[in-house]
């Protein structure tokens, strides 16, 4: 990991002059943003409230700055961001009502409702995202196990009549893609002072299939829907204070060789910072929205046009059912639709850390940085100052994360690559609202694909350039390690 200073964040943006040929600068990364730039003096300040310091900054308790709210319930992920001014709180509210509605199969009579599928995971977004929170995974036993809902998908590569994604549901008359079942197996870690923590290694199984075997080799990948507060800042973080931190040789020696994944945006069709999905997959909130749309509903749009979904030339039935594209929408959602869910999913706020300032929080927040996970971690930012743009604007933020890959061992390893993104790689998570998952969701699943029931499970399936860090916490004395606990429930 490159240590970041004011020096590193200034020259990341020049291009290279001889030698290698140069890649796109920062602000080339980043066209979807109209940016006002930095002074001197504004660079001297942020580089001074985004120092990496175990120490309690004044402005802590605010993780989305003045985009934060004192809400830490149930509704916690719900808010607008406060600072909408009251035309964007209208488009917030029409966008809510998109992301919330139910969506039907083609023809209908409710046009603007019509074009689900015909193979799908989830009617709604909200199904996907319970409470703007990540998805809600069965506990052993619960009705409504063998996920045919929506929250786990499936990505899937080599599988060419099943598509880049398992759809476990489909509309009356056609076979559904297959039904997806996971068992856990368990494993015990010894901590020191003796206690003990039972680990779930997940088992998947696919079966029922409706479109032909399944084809030897395909590999596939499990995700967990993720929380939705906070993208809109995320996609606000200047390019270069992510480039900063990237050492991809580890020419630091220190263990961690972080890279920014660069992908190709059909939206601009130029390569961007990716930033969102949990491999950097998505470089605007608006192409991840469309992505959301066209794999897990099957709802056509301006960016993934194919009214049909993700269904295959070599599923010819669902190609031949009604699409819900022959209206005058153009698409099953239009351009002025999904603009709308990517407003409201761009403003959604975070709840206020009230314990921030609280002894064993602040204990915690040492031995976060002692132990290293600081080190992918990456505490705060602050956003750019943007044109017509003041919701988002010049706001210091904390969202825990470098939204680098990282190689996090063959524990997580999904074995399937991605351009630009090896088997064993995953995004830094964010970990800002980390407090308010159970509220939210009414259970704790953390990790891409919900195996880990606890914070602490979450740590213990650190590998690959986490290990160390996650080694330490083992052997940390138990009251070090409550503290780390209590820190990150605080978020």
Not at 151 to 178: D, I
């Amino acid at each position: 990991m490159r240590r970041i200073g004011l020096a590193t964040i200034l020259l990341v943006s020049l291009p290279v002059i001889g030698g290698a040929q140069s890649r796109p600068g920062p602000a080339a990364l980043e066209p979807h943003l109209e940016i006002i730039a930095r002074t001197p003096d504004e660079a001297n300040r942020i580089a001074r409230a985004t120092a990496v310091d175990p120490a309690l900054n004044r402005f802590e308790h605010l993780p989305a700055g003045a985009a934060s709210h004192d809400d830490s319930g149930k509704t916690a992920f719900t808010h607008a961001l406060p600072t909408l001014n009251d035309a964007q709180i209208l488009d917030f509210l029409s966008g809510r009502g998109i992301f919330r509605k139910i969506w039907v199969g083609a023809p209908s009579s409710t046009k603007a409702s019509d074009g689900l599928g015909p193979l799908y995971n989830a009617r709604s977004c909200l199904a996907c995202h319970p409470g703007n929170g990540r998805g809600h995974i069965p506990e052993d036993g619960e009705k409504g196990g063998g996920h045919r809902g929506a929250a786990l998908m499936l990505k899937l590569s080599g599988a060419p009549a099943y598509g880049a994604q398992l759809q476990t549901n489909s509309l009356s008359g056609l076979p559904a893609e297959a039904r997806l079942d996971v068992t856990y197996r368990q494993e015990t870690v010894t901590l020191r002072g003796g206690e003990t923590v039972v680990l779930h290694r997940p088992r998947y199984r696919v079966s029922a299939l409706g479109y032909g075997p399944w084809p030897e080799g395909a590999l596939y990948s499990p995700r967990l829907a993720p929380p939705l507060p906070g993208l809109g800042l995320i996609e606000a973080i200047p390019a270069a204070d992510i480039l900063a931190a990237e050492d991809p040789d580890d020419t630091d020696g220190d263990g961690i060789s972080g890279r920014a994944r660069r992908v190709m945006s059909h939206e601009y069709g130029v390569e961007m910072l990716g930033r969102f999905g949990r491999k950097a997959a998505m470089a605007t909130v608006r192409a991840q929205t469309a992505d959301a749309f066209f794999h897990d509903i099957g709802i056509s749009s301006p960016l993934l046009p194919d009214a049909w979904g993700d269904c295959r030339a070599a599923q010819t039935p669902c190609r031949d059912r009604p699409h819900g594209d022959g209206d005058v929408r153009g698409f099953e959602i239009d351009a002025k639709g999904l603009d709308l869910v990517t407003l409201y999913t761009s403003s959604l706020a975070l709840p206020t850390r009230p314990d921030a300032a609280a002894p064993e929080v602040l204990r915690g927040k040492t031995v976060f940085h002692e132990t290293g996970c600081a080190a992918c971690h990456r505490p705060a930012y602050v956003t750019h100052r943007l044109k017509d743009d003041a919701a988002r604007s010049f706001q210091l933020i904390w969202p825990y994360s470098d939204f680098l890959l990282h190689d996090m061992g063959e524990g997580l390893a999904d074995h399937r690559p991605e351009d630009g993104a090896g088997g064993r790689e995953w995004k830094t998570p964010p970990l800002w609202g980390l407090g308010a998952t159970r509220a939210v969701a009414g259970q704790e699943r953390y990790l891409h694909d919900g195996r880990a029931r606890s914070l602490l499970e979450a740590i213990l399936w650190h590998g690959g350039e986490a290990k160390p860090a996650r080694d330490r916490v083992v052997e940390l004395p138990p009251d070090e390690r409550a503290a780390l606990i209590r820190f990150l429930q605080s978020l």
